[in-house]
């Protein structure tokens, strides 16, 4: 939930109220689910073998995954007194709560934000993973959220924010500089929206502002015109539920119902505004899988655990990339692609034989986009598992760690969208689901290709995935697997290591 109850259990109700009378408390939320629907059809597929060398004896399995504690306290944080005045310096620039944007130009910067979305996603992914449990997030809904507090933000804080979406230092954040950053954000979203898709793809922003609550007039027709938002009047002091209930039926309805609770308990009573950004994104795959095909197989979580999970095989065209074994003969590197139909859009997984924590370590954002720029159209040999994976994050301590602090804080410059607020807590709720309906078409010509020696791609072990837009080089949705969902643990006599590093 976006305010643990234990965070307000030592207040009764009249200290809330009197808090609430001098703390404003602004709350960003993230929503965002992806739906792959998987279409198979039958094909034979030897799930314990090894298809690049079947004959190949079973052999140890691949090497301990480096574990990591995630050492972040992600306590949520109440602020408890209120903001002191603005100083004059804090005042400058104000170019956020004045202008009114005109029409659209040709964007003045491409590729402004994909850098900054991707830098993004790296720094989050290493703050949050565990090395053992599961991550998805998306990095670009806490972009879309950001930008609402960005638009209405202005010296250090417009700053911070602006350099942590990846503007880059120098630009003039002043007059017309400004507007046109907030214009180029702008359209970056809107070109994600209008990206070619064979299914359903959304991208909203909803703002929801507590009643008594002066807004500015500005930002409300700024964020209207520029983000296609309306600002929301409830009431968090006197009506905690309905605005909690409010809250989440926007996001359901946005969603399709995928996620129905993104507020489980009703938000702290001193609660002004809260930012809710959502994607939705169900796609199907260009090429179906075969049905009747999909069985129970192992899954190697480390040399001393393994799981079973439903693993679904598949030969066909697909992008990839592999990286040439080492001196030592140790397999490089492993990316798959598989295009979602009639998209612009494609699921990428990283395959890294040391692992997805120790190779996030050693590589940077333009390595990775380079590894996807390289990655090819060709037939493969792939299995993938069914998964059903769910995140609910608390972001504040994170994002502090990465630079964005100021906004946390009573000195936060808000003014622009309303006196004396700041923000107090990110959070964000991701599902991310590649199911399985099927129907029953050709098996024998796929059964031939199983071992043509066509590039082979096993995704048995942790790994990485991505949904990314190649033309608009933005990773939408993030992943890290260490036991896919749902599994079966196995007993420790079935646990039985006979995969190779692959």
């Known amino acids: 939930s976006v305010s643990s109850p234990s965070c307000i259990s030592s207040f009764d109700t009249p200290q809330i109220m009197l808090i609430a009378r001098v703390c404003l408390q602004v709350i960003v939320l993230c929503a965002a689910t992806a739906v792959g629907r998987v279409y198979t059809d039958r094909i034979h597929f ?6 690049e060398n079947p004959n190949a004896a079973p052999t140890t399995p691949p090497a301990a995954m480096p574990t990591t504690p995630l050492g972040t306290d992600l306590t949520l944080r109440q602020p408890l007194y209120p903001p002191p005045a603005a100083s004059a310096s804090a005042a400058a620039p104000q170019a956020a709560s004045s202008f009114s944007p005109p029409a659209l130009q040709k964007p003045y910067s491409p ?12 720094n ?9 449990n599961n991550l998805v997030f998306s990095p670009l809904s806490i972009a879309g ?8 933000s202005a010296g250090q804080t417009l700053t911070e924010i602006a350099h942590f979406l990846g503007i880059k230092a120098g630009v003039n954040y002043a007059a017309d500089g400004t507007d046109l950053i907030h214009q180029e954000i702008a359209e970056y979203f809107r070109r994600f929206q209008a990206l070619r898709v064979g299914g359903s793809l959304r991208f909203a922003s909803g703002v929801f502002i507590q009643e008594d609550l002066k807004v500015s007039a500005v930002y409300e027709k700024n964020v209207k015109n520029l983000y296609q938002t309306e600002v929301n009047h409830i009431n968090f002091l006197q009506s905690p539920i309905e605005s909690m209930d409010r809250i989440n039926k926007w996001v359901s309805n946005r969603t399709e119902g995928s996620i129905d609770q993104l507020v489980a308990a009703p938000l702290p009573a001193q609660t002004t505004a809260v930012f809710v950004n959502v994607i939705y994104f169900d796609g199907e795959w260009q090429h179906l899988f075969p049905s009747d095909s999909t ?3 192992n899954f190697y979580v480390s040399p001393t655990e393994t799981v079973q999970v439903q693993l679904m095989p598949n030969v066909a065209e697909a992008y990839f990339y592999q990286e040439k074994p080492s001196a030592q003969g140790a397999k490089g590197l492993k990316i798959l692609g598989l295009p979602y139909k009639n998209s612009d859009l494609a699921m990428y997984f990283i395959l890294a034989p040391q692992g997805p924590k120790a190779f996030l370590a050693g590589v940077t954002v333009d390595r990775l986009m380079d590894m996807i720029d390289n990655t090819t159209l060709q037939e493969c040999v792939y299995v993938v598992p069914k998964m ?19 906004m946390f804080t009573p000195s936060a410059d808000l003014k622009a969208i309303a006196e004396g607020i700041w923000v107090d807590q990110v959070l964000q709720k991701v599902r991310v689901e590649v199911t399985e309906t099927g129907t029953k078409a ?17 995704l048995d072990r942790p790994f990485i995935f991505m949904i990314y837009s190649r033309s608009l080089r933005a990773i939408s949705f993030w992943g890290t697997v260490y036991r896919p969902e749902p599994f079966k643990t196995l007993k420790p006599a079935l646990r039985r290591h006979r995969r190779t590093v692959s």
């Open 46 to 51: 030897p799930i314990e073998t090894d298809v």
């Open 111 to 122: 590729g402004l934000l994909d850098r900054g979305v991707n830098a993004l996603t790296l």
């Open 124 to 132: 989050v992914e290493t703050l949050l993973d565990d090395g053992r």
């Open 145 to 152: 959220a950001l930008s609402l507090i960005l638009l209405g």
């Open 295 to 297: 069985r129970q197989g």
């Open 388 to 406: 059903k994976l769910e995140s609910t994050l608390l972001l504040s301590e994170p994002l502090k760690e990465m630079g964005l602090k100021n």
């Open 442 to 458: 050709v098996a024998a010509t796929m059964v031939s290709s199983v071992r043509s020696g066509k590039p082979t791609v096993r």
